[in-house]
């Protein structure tokens, strides 16, 4: 090995760094760019955990605030598992929020494509893709895809892109029968969140070799670029790429294009870039600069019609570079990738070449990297800021891998004179929901959401919690209200779903309540069910209404039919109520005798034969009483006619002397039944002719 090679291995470190290089003007373009012209700033991102052998920079993303590393070499999660690493925007740098691993021989980490807040990772050890949706808590995987007509070997997952709900994954090495032709599947994302195989493409007049899908970009308005660098229409390798429209409902071939431009190993199509108004073919093995040295075809649309322009070149008399095997395109900037490039050392060093359009394409900078890295392995843009892998930098750890962040200056939306990129890097300007625009740019064109009018994204404000947000979604409860996108029965500004439905009829409680008072009789805003169902309340007697709500006349926190179905109080009358609170009104015991008067036997005085009325046989059992004769054994006072507190023969006179000589009637109770009065001389336990 050599010895330079050795001493780096030997001094490599675990931890590193991601060099950060802001750019807005033309550098140079053969140095090294620690010094260039008019640079935004200047910083460094640690990156810890690196080991060697991890290829870190293998593939790169980039959405918005966030970049996304592959490292498919990496063992952290079980031999050759593979990882991403998730970085975030934070001030005027970037700082690590996830670490995606893989299981052994998973290798994530060989393709990425994101958008917002959706990933997908190629894993090639299982021929697998694995999509990972962000919500406000992390990253979360939802779902792998799988060909179902694949096979091993066939490259899935090898080359992705997306855009929106659509997501294109290349299969070079696809066989239809037993000729591998390579293919594109067509992915789509449900409103649930499922994404399902809407279709295979495959070029019209495919031939075996020719590795169609090792390269895909999709479009903003989903025109699709499909690579086949194997295409032999001008000589072996020559290579060419298909344009593709459509979406939703199907996609078409509409033409092949690059046939014209490619000689026989160019290998035109490794890598594809395509927006609205320009379209490029990278052929990393062209000798228009030199052998090997690679170039990239640029056609531009005119009107409905691709013109071909000048080939992107590196300097005249490179050669080996492998220029354009790695192209990456957003706005107005493009990035090439030449992993090969030498730059000078005796190893490649791998090289970065950043162009912006200005009516046709101008160089602007040039990136080398360290001797062996292997720089522009792989590339990716978004709102000026570009991001390159260099997977065999020996930097951080022996062929761990590294990757480089530089931001060129993409328009001036706020026209404050500085670029928005630079302005968002340096902190200057916010892009708090890490779209890569300024947020105030955001709001006014409509991309970002500010129902509420407070300058600030709604998804800041929910997730800072400067705002009410109780379900969750990223909308102000005071927007979704008054949106009629969540209802808010009882109109307290609160979404109903978020307020407390015990017994899961999603209807609130509180608006129960309101429309059925009854439900809520300790009026705690509870429904008294789910209080006696949750044991927070007893209902003693299960009548439904909580014990607190019964009646508890005696106040000892017992309701009073409780008490009474327990024997505990006595209910002589049945009216449900203990006969002990009754007495309290001395209405209920006129006779003051300490009993409830509906209780006490009633009886008629002078009845005394317990025949219902006052007749002459009465009259004669009193008199006869005298004579031994028992009168009404269980009523003595209904015997006492007269009412004098004695029984004897006056009694049956005092009812001759009434019945029969207009005599006084006996007093109460006469002539229907009635009690005792308070100062009764007798006792009356039964009388049989009343009640």
């Not at 053969?30 to 200047?42: D, E, F, G, N």
């Not at 409830?596 to 002459?616: K, M, N, S, T, Y």
């Not at 009694?651 to 006469?670: K, R, V, W």
Request: charged share 20%; glycine share 14%; aromatic share 6%.
């Amino acid at each position: 090995m050599n010895a330079s090679i050795t001493s780096k291995i030997q001094s490599a470190l675990l931890g590193g760094w991601v060099v950060l290089c802001y750019l807005v003007v033309p550098c140079c373009l053969a140095i090294p760019c620690a010094k260039l012209q008019a640079q935004c700033s200047t910083g460094e991102v640690e990156i810890f955990g690196i080991s060697g052998g991890d290829y870190l920079g293998r593939s790169v993303a980039i959405s918005g605030g966030r970049l996304f590393i592959g490292a498919i070499g990496d063992d952290s999660g079980g031999t050759l598992s593979g990882s991403v690493r998730i970085f975030r925007k934070n001030g005027s740098g970037y700082q690590l929020e996830e670490l995606l691993l893989g299981s052994s021989n998973d290798q994530i980490g060989a393709a990425l494509a994101a958008d917002r807040d959706l990933l997908a990772i190629g894993a090639i050890g299982t021929g697998t893709i694995q999509i990972w949706q962000r919500d406000r808590f992390g990253w979360n995987l939802i779902q792998l895809l799988s060909d179902p007509e694949g096979h091993e070997g066939d490259g899935f997952g090898s080359a992705l892109s997306m855009s929106g709900n659509v997501l294109a994954v290349g299969s070079p090495y696809f066989q239809l029968g037993s000729e591998a032709v390579g293919c594109v599947t067509m992915w789509i994302m449900t409103e649930n969140n499922d994404w399902y195989l809407q279709e295979r493409l495959m070029a019209i007049d495919r031939v075996p070799g020719d590795q169609f899908g090792t390269s895909v970009d999709l479009s903003d308005s989903l025109n699709l670029l499909v690579g086949a660098p194997g295409r032999d229409h001008l000589g072996p390798d020559s290579g060419a790429a298909f344009l593709f429209s459509g979406g939703q409902d199907g996609w078409i071939e509409e033409f092949t294009i690059g046939t014209g431009v490619a000689n026989p190993g160019d290998r035109l199509g490794t890598a594809v870039a395509i927006s609205e108004e320009h379209l490029l073919l990278g052929a990393p093995y062209s000798d228009l600069a030199g052998p090997a040295a690679g170039a990239v075809a640029n056609y531009h649309r005119v009107g409905e019609v691709w013109v071909i322009g000048p080939h992107l070149v590196p300097p005249s008399g490179a050669s080996g570079c492998a220029f354009g095997a790695v192209l990456a395109m957003a706005g107005t900037v493009l990035s090439v990738g030449a992993p090969t490039d030498t730059g000078g050392e005796a190893f490649p060093t791998g090289s970065l070449s950043i162009f912006r359009w200005q009516g046709d394409w101008q160089l602007e900078g040039v990136r080398i990297g360290n001797s062996s890295s292997f720089l522009g392995s792989s590339v990716a843009v978004d709102q000026g800021v570009v991001i390159a892998g260099a997977p065999l930098d020996s930097q951080l750890a022996a062929v761990g891998g590294n990757v480089i962040i530089e931001v060129y200056g993409e328009g001036d939306c706020d026209q404050d004179g500085e670029l928005d990129s630079c302005a968002i890097a340096l902190g200057t300007a916010q892009d708090c929901d890490l779209d890569g625009m300024v947020d105030i740019c955001g709001i006014t064109s409509g991309v970002t959401v500010d129902c509420d009018g407070d300058s600030i994204p709604d998804s800041c404000a929910t997730l800072e919690g400067t705002v009410a947000d109780c379900d969750g979604d990223g909308i102000p409860d005071s927007c979704s209200v008054a949106s009629g996108q969540v209802t808010d029965c009882d109109n307290d500004g609160i979404p109903d779903r978020c307020q407390v439905d015990c017994n899961q009829n999603l209807i609130p409680d509180s608006c129960e309540i309101l429309e059925t008072a009854t439900l809520d009789c300790d009026l705690d805003g509870v429904i008294d069910d789910c209080e006696i169902s949750n044991g927070s309340e007893l209902d003693c007697n299960s009548n439904g209404t909580l014990d607190s709500c019964e009646p508890d006349c005696d106040g000892d926190g017992i309701p009073d039919e409780c008490e009474i179905i327990s024997g505990t109080a006595e209910d002589c009358d049945n009216n449900l109520v203990p006969d002990l609170c009754d007495l309290e009104d001395s209405a209920n015991d006129i006779n003051g005798n300490g009993q409830l008067d509906a209780c006490e036997p009633q009886f008629i005085r002078g009845d005394a034969d317990g025949v219902e009325g006052v007749h002459l046989a009465d009259a004669i059992l009193l008199i006869a009483r005298v004579f031994g004769e028992v009168a009404i054994p269980y009523c003595q006072e209904a015997a006492d006619a007269n009412s004098d507190g004695l029984q004897d023969i006056s009694d049956g006179l005092y009812l001759l002397m009434y019945l029969f000589m207009g005599g006084e009637a006996p007093s109460i109770p006469f002539p229907t039944c009635g009690i005792s009065a308070s100062d009764a001389a007798f006792t009356c336990d039964l009388h049989p002719a009343c009640p």
